[in-house]
């Protein structure tokens, strides 16, 4: 299966910050989605972003499937943006339609 | 907007005792999906359904768990004996698309721990 990697694995901002975060595949990838999990557990879908740029308020993300990873842009954070992101994906042409999720980025915002 | 809804949100059970964990998928989605968060790691994936059968499933679902769709709407989870071991997040998804593509949707999971 495809790997997925993170960064950064932690990130700690002061309100009102900007930030990115990263994903990076070892292949092809499709289906590519942005998840946040809020402190009591939820996962809440961001994007579903398999190529281009979406934009939802002050959150952003762009996948450049062909280099192989997708971005998240965070602006003006709030604290209620704390939690864990995580992307997810399944590579093309697996014959499996299972997303494979990176360990996440976990993040802080204090006021 | 539609979404795909889990009961219990928490259920605290003795190992060795059986769990059904449910989720209403929405409804025009034809693949149906578990996935496990273990506290403090990612989200794996552990069964897809499709078609009224099992389409894949990952190493960690073995014989213990089952998958069903007993009527229209309910797509269930079962854990025939937990151990301490299935303490967990399960999150339940659906996917309207046939196919590679198409959004994946969760549900707000159903957290299990087995004392």
């Known amino acids: 299966g495809i790997q997925v990697e993170q960064s950064p694995p932690d990130l700690i901002l002061q309100e009102g910050a900007n930030s990115t975060l990263r994903c990076n595949f070892s292949d092809s990838v499709n289906n590519l989605q942005w998840f946040h999990q809020n402190p009591w557990g939820q996962l809440i879908n961001l994007f579903y972003i398999p190529s281009g740029t979406k934009q939802n308020g002050r959150l952003s993300a762009t996948t450049v499937a062909t280099e192989r990873y997708s971005l998240l842009y965070i602006s003006s954070s709030q604290t209620t943006d704390s939690g864990v992101y995580f992307c997810?994906?399944?590579?093309?042409?697996?014959?499996?339609?299972?997303?494979?999720f990176g360990k996440g980025t976990k993040l802080s915002v204090i006021p | 907007e539609p979404e795909v809804t889990q009961t219990p949100s928490h259920q605290v059970t003795q190992m060795g005792q059986e769990v059904i964990l449910r989720c209403v998928p929405i409804s025009n989605h034809l693949y149906f999906y578990w996935y496990r968060q273990i506290l403090g790691q990612k989200v794996e994936f552990l069964v897809s359904f499709y078609n009224n059968e099992i389409s894949e499933k990952s190493e960690i679902f073995d014989d213990q768990f089952s998958v069903e769709r007993p009527d229209g709407s309910n797509f269930t989870l079962k854990i025939r004996s937990t151990k301490l071991e299935d303490s967990a997040m399960y999150f339940c998804?659906?996917?309207?698309?046939?196919?590679?593509?198409?959004?994946?949707?969760f549900g707000e999971g159903s957290r299990l721990t087995v004392l």
């Open positions: 998804a659906s996917r309207r698309l046939a196919g590679e593509t198409g959004e994946l949707f």
């Open positions: 997810a994906s399944h590579a093309v042409g697996a014959g499996s339609y299972q997303l494979t």
